[in-house]
């Protein structure tokens, strides 16, 4: 075969022999690429998984390893919080939004127990324990922790609070060995290999194949050589987001320009591209996952404020929630300022992010001068202290809603960190695909053969996000296309392919 | 050939009656269609239109009219204003980004004086005359006024302001007659049809017809029958956007949803979707136009305050800015607060929106008061006039940059208006095209046969917008298209396609 860096569709004719064969093929080898393997071996189809890199795990195995679950898992329980599959579903449409697909929420919260369980069974340890503290992270091997502002305005008041981030124990995260993300794909690489399950590593892939619409394999280069594989039933996408493709993001989502982060480089948008180019729909394309490299502990004593010194979200929230209200809503343009006391208070907690705990920038002994050694105009955070304070000696925060624990008047020598463009992220757009991971044409048909999982599709995410919301989605339907596809009719009986299949 | 409602290409080889034939065939009467017809019939080819209802004009014609014109236009140039190609280029990098295409804003920039005097030639009147009080329209039938914010900050320290809205003059504005849209589209009909180019309305488009990968034509239905079209040369798609899809406002820019304006139920992004089926690169999905239904004599004289009760803006500068950072950047949250002494003052000067001139929702006698009848929290509203008062005494604005001309403390009785939720708008994001208008394929490669402008195509605004960009942009590159469809070579030799054509 010619070599060609076109991704556009080859024609099943134009293949004059096929290389290797599988019933199902699967692009990417993170969490959706294994539970897709898993389930897809299960139900007795030969499976063949390609990766790019060396090794298995993408992004995943590189994450803290939060998986978003709820409804009342058996952890949940276990710790004490009541929740159920409706409120778990009242709170993902009102903080996943605008836009979300809501039969994939209503569809995730009723299934959200029994993919807990089936983790479990696959192997993946949580530990019964919960962190309550703010943060990014549980600073040890907790295996329950608040990860979206469940318990935060305007949330706390929309759904009873749940909290929903699942973590796989660690091995020993304080020696960094292994976290939560690694503890997670490990027993499902082993799953999917005790299943038969095949992998080719350092295998890069080109185009799709298809026979009239139906996508029957797909073309890949290994060692610089390229090679066609097909896929009798079909094959599945999981090949992650796009942070990583200059273009896309500069065309889709310009503010991460520059900023990507908790991506891995491979994330390049091939499986987005490949299947656009046959047509399917996208969703969601502007949509990122936002982080803000602040510490939560402090965000929570004290106040976080905009270019403008004037205040713009609850501090005690998600930091993903106030990376994206600084992004996307402020301009990237943020300080942190707390008191003293609180400083002080803050620095005594355990933390997962030791390294956002940098020095201030600036320290001054009343707001007025803090406020003119920061360059802002005159009385604009002196009259932001006041009216905070004026409400935190009630207890209350009409404004944006932090919780009484965490409001304290700010007084005495104050201090403020200059978080002016400390915002980086990922992409939460891609393609459309149903409950089934079935990937849409944008005639809103199926496209067949064709099947994506994680984060190069568009998932629960359409504009709020939770952490977890990724290893969770990805591992849910990458599971949904496994079943899926292995239930799929093969593809056109073989021998009407004037080709041959060498091995 | 049988009905059908998908919007996948349908292949040449499927056709087996050509119903109609022409070099170039154009979807959709508006700007850019009336543009491409004029250039593609000057360059000899034989132009068909395709027009879904009964008559011309499309969004276009019922538009105030402004074409989004400058580098030193005769009509800048007659009222005294400086500006340069590349003046105009600084301001729309600035102005329309994130993200945009800098070859098109380049391209566009320097394009601009030829394309006003093309317009002109074509019979296009400008009146030369300036309105430079705030406003979203010329009450009268003036022919120049700042559209985008030229004038205010923050673009008017990153270059030397100069206007840049042109609107052809209207009949006779008062009356209502015949708007600047009209006016603008009348004599380029006018020019189109003078050329000998052909119009059928009341045509709905099917689907793209391909042979191998080049368009040749599409399929269309006329009161209830289905035809297939040939298009010798190609096909230009100028649908408009896609304001009025549902679907694509859910899965694309759902702060949009139940809000379209300034857009007709025709833009319902069948032009879009159809080359998207074909693998059309898109970009920019989520960016909108938003009109915010406030007078802007009202806004400059007081101040815009989000739900908190912060100014978030400088209140003297394009009303769309505010409208979209109003709709994105603060939740549609918003309040108009002016003084009795600005109120009476802006009352006196002309409108061209004197339906947005309402009675306040609130008055009280101090600011104390008002902001306890708006139910804002105790002193958000006081402390934001007390910082804005405080510095307007002295001519400044150091937290927004509004001009002096506008600022003058808010003193005595108060009025406020709830604009909570006084947006609408259309969508700026489409097919991907470079500056032939040739549709670009997801791989970068342009779709043979196939073009695209105006409001289906993502033009020059990716995030931000400035009046006129729409008639500008989709006239400019609906030129191009014309021009380039044209000059391009046959499709493959009729003879080797089975097929005859009727008429």
Not at 133 to 143: I, R, S, Y
Not at 442 to 464: D, K, M, N, Q, W
Request: hydrophobic share 40%; proline share 5%.
């Amino acid at each position: 075969m010619s070599e060609s860096t076109t991704i556009r569709p080859l024609r099943a004719a134009e293949v004059s022999t096929w290389d290797q064969q599988a019933d199902v093929v699967i692009a990417g080898y993170g969490i959706a690429g294994v539970c897709a393997a898993i389930e897809a071996a299960r139900a007795g189809a030969d499976v063949l998984i390609l990766e790019r890199t060396g090794g298995w795990g993408g992004a995943a195995s590189m994450a803290g390893g939060f998986i978003y679950l709820g409804g009342g898992t058996p952890l949940q329980q276990a710790l004490g919080f009541e929740d159920t599959p409706e409120n778990m579903e009242t709170f993902m449409l009102a903080a996943f939004g605008p836009g979300v697909d809501k039969a994939k929420i209503a569809d995730y919260s009723r299934g959200s127990v029994e993919h807990y369980n089936w983790l479990v069974d696959c192997g993946v340890p949580f530990r019964e324990a919960f962190w309550g503290e703010p943060g990014w992270e549980p600073p040890h091997d907790e295996g329950l922790m608040y990860s979206g502002g469940e318990n935060s305005a305007p949330f706390n008041t929309l759904a009873v609070p749940a909290p929903r981030g699942h973590v796989p124990q660690m091995a020993n995260k304080r020696t960094g060995a292994k976290g939560g993300g690694y503890m997670l794909m490990k027993p499902l690489v082993e799953t999917a290999e005790s299943l038969g399950v095949r992998v080719e590593y350092d295998i890069r892939i080109g185009r799709l194949v298809v026979d009239d619409d139906r996508v029957v394999g797909l073309t890949a280069r290994r060692y610089g050589k390229e090679i066609a594989i097909r896929a009798d039933r079909g094959v599945v996408l999981a090949t992650g987001s796009f942070a990583y493709q200059k273009e896309m993001i500069e065309g889709y989502a310009p503010r991460l320009i520059g900023r990507p982060a908790a991506a891995i480089e491979e994330h390049d948008g091939i499986g987005i591209r490949l299947a656009h180019a046959l047509g399917a729909q996208l969703a969601h394309m502007d949509a990122t996952e936002v982080a803000f490299m602040a510490d939560p502990q402090l965000m929570a004593r004290g106040i976080v404020v905009n270019g403008r010194g004037q205040r713009y979200i609850t501090e005690d929230t998600y930091p993903g929630r106030i990376g994206q209200a600084t992004l996307i809503q402020q301009d990237n343009q943020s300080y942190l300022v707390i008191d003293e006391q609180s400083y002080e208070k803050a620095l005594t907690t355990e933390t997962a992010t030791p390294f956002f705990r940098q020095p201030p920038t600036w320290v001054a002994e009343t707001s007025a001068e803090l406020e003119a050694e920061m360059g802002l105009p005159t009385r604009a955070l002196q009259s932001t202290i006041e009216v905070y304070n004026l409400h935190a000696e009630q207890g209350r925060d009409p404004l944006l809603g932090k919780k009484p624990e965490w409001l304290r008047p700010l007084r005495g020598p104050l201090a403020a960190f200059d978080m002016r463009g400390f915002t980086a992220g990922f992409t939460l757009g891609g393609l459309r695909t149903d409950l089934d991971s079935r990937v849409l044409h944008v005639s809103g048909e199926p496209i067949a053969g064709l099947y994506a999982a994680g984060r190069c599709t568009s998932g629960l995410c359409a504009g709020g996000y939770a952490s977890g919301a990724s290893l969770g989605d990805g591992s849910f339907y990458g599971r949904r296309a496994g079943l899926a596809v292995a239930a799929s009719s093969p593809s056109a009986d073989r021998s009407s392919i004037q080709t041959h299949v060498r091995n």
